[in-house]
């Protein structure tokens, strides 16, 4: 019995040392590439907003998608302006780091998405939508206030940069 156990522990090892040794042989040329810069072909999505709001004004914030690619790609509207505020894809957060209360819909969502929830874009295109915070978002502080989009995973989008507003009282 003692005997099986040593061989199974040596055979493991054997195996494992060897799985590692494939694992790091595999490696990609640097030098393929040397001189080519990378250039990412998927959609991404940029954010604009005023830089001054007066309170009772309407806090839209523009929502552009773009698809620097050839061809037509889709995303899931669900997470974005491209549908009605029906979960909180935002983080709206004060200078102080107070977040702003979401006071929208959370919508329960089947999975996967069904084909309907997609939308193209053509290639070298882009499409926008605009979406007025103050419908589910508490912004009622003046304050300089920073949004974030949250939901790369669910849309498939890539939003790198967040922007900032001034919510002025009147």
């Known amino acids: 019995m003692k005997n099986i156990s040593s061989i199974l522990f040596i055979t493991m090892l054997t195996i494992s040392a060897c799985s590692v040794k494939t694992r790091n042989n595999q490696s990609t040329d640097s030098t393929a590439n040397a001189g080519t810069p ?17 309170a009772g004004d309407s806090v839209l914030l523009k929502f552009t998608v773009y698809n620097p ?9 669900w997470h974005t302006p491209f549908e009605p505020l029906m979960s909180k894809y935002l983080d709206v957060k004060s200078e102080s780091g107070e977040e702003a209360d979401y006071r929208g819909a959370m919508a329960k969502r089947i999975m996967p998405p069904p084909a309907s929830s997609y939308i193209k874009v053509k290639g070298k295109d882009s ?3 605009n979406v007025d915070l103050l419908k589910a978002f508490a912004i009622i502080k003046p304050a300089r206030y ?4 949250n939901s790369q995973s669910m849309s498939g989008l890539r939003v790198t940069d967040s922007v900032s ?3 002025k009282a009147k």
């Open 38 to 54: 990378l250039v990412e072909k998927g959609l991404f999505a940029k954010m604009k907003i005023k830089d001054t709001i007066k």
């Open 69 to 77: 690619a050839d061809s037509a790609q889709q995303f899931c509207k």
């Open 127 to 129: 499409l926008s939508a």
């Open 146 to 149: 920073t949004i974030t989009y």
């Open 165 to 167: 507003f001034v919510y």
